[in-house]
C-alpha cells in the first residue's frame, strides 16, 4: 500500500516585537509561516506552490492584520528537505544512467581485449524479429582467433544466468574473428560479458 497526500507543516517562525497588538497593546507579535507539500511514505516529495502565514499575539492570542505579513512571507524560503523525494529519484535516474554507461564501457573492453573462460550471452533474430539468447564461452584465443563452446540451451526472454540445468557442450564449438566480436557489441548481437565469475556459477559447468 502506497502511504501518500499533503500535509503542512510550519517551515519559519519569527518573533517581532515592534508591532502593536490592536486589542492588547502589547509589542509580542508572532508570525508563523507554513508550507504545504506532498509526500510519499511520508517522505517529502516536493512543495506545493504556495505558502501561508498565520499571525498571533504572544500575549492576548489574538490574531491581527498587518503589512508586516507579505514581509515576513516573501521573505521565507521554501525548505530543501521539502525537495527530499525529487532528490531521491534524480540520484537515482543518475545511478542507473550512470551503471548503464559503466556496463557499456567495461562490455566494449571487454569485447577488445577477450579473456579465456569469458562468457557471452547473445542475441539471435529470426526473420519475424524476435529474439532468442544463448551463451557462448571462450575455451581457446590463437592471434585474431577466439574458440568457444555453446551452452546446451536457448532461451526465448533475455537471461543473465544458466537454467538450473544449463551447461556448456564442449563437442559445439564455434570459431569467431576478434574483429567480429567488436562488430557484434555495435550490433548489439552481444548482451553481455561475464567476467571473473564465482566459482559455484553454472558457467563453470561443462560437459
Known amino acids: 500500500m502506497l502511504i501518500y497526500g499533503k500535509r503542512k507543516i510550519r517551515i519559519k517562525k519569527y518573533d517581532d ?10 509589542c509580542k507579535q508572532r508570525f508563523s509561516v507554513y508550507q504545504a507539500y506532498y509526500h510519499l511514505f511520508f517522505i517529502p516529495i516536493y512543495p506545493a506552490s504556495q505558502k501561508s502565514i498565520k499571525t498571533i499575539c504572544l500575549n492576548c492570542k489574538d490574531s491581527f492584520n498587518e503589512q508586516k ?3 515576513y512571507l516573501a521573505k521565507t524560503k521554501t ?10 529519484f534524480a540520484s537515482l535516474f543518475i545511478s542507473v544512467i550512470y551503471s548503464n554507461i559503466n556496463t557499456q564501457n567495461k562490455k566494449q573492453e571487454y569485447a577488445e581485449n577477450p579473456k579465456v573462460n569469458d562468457v ?5 533474430k529470426d526473420e519475424d524479429d524476435n529474439s532468442s539468447y ?3 564461452k571462450i575455451k581457446r584465443i590463437s592471434g585474431d582467433t577466439v574458440e568457444v563452446i555453446h551452452n546446451a540451451y536457448e532461451y526465448s526472454r533475455f537471461i543473465s544466468k544458466f537454467d538450473t540445468a544449463d551447461y556448456f557442450d564442449k563437442s559445439e564449438r564455434s570459431l569467431f574473428l576478434k574483429s567480429e566480436l567488436k562488430a557484434y ?5 552481444i548482451t553481455s560479458i561475464k567476467r571473473d565469475y564465482e566459482k559455484t556459477s553454472r558457467f563453470n559447468v561443462e560437459k
Do not use: W
Open 134 to 136: 544463448f551463451f557462448v
Open 17 to 26: 516585537f515592534h508591532i502593536q497588538c490592536e486589542n492588547c497593546s502589547a
Open 185 to 189: 557489441i555495435h550490433d548489439r548481437k
Open 69 to 71: 505579513v507579505l514581509h
Open 120 to 124: 557471452y550471452l547473445m542475441n539471435k
Open 79 to 88: 525548505p530543501f528537505y521539502l525537495y527530499t523525494g525529487l532528490i531521491l
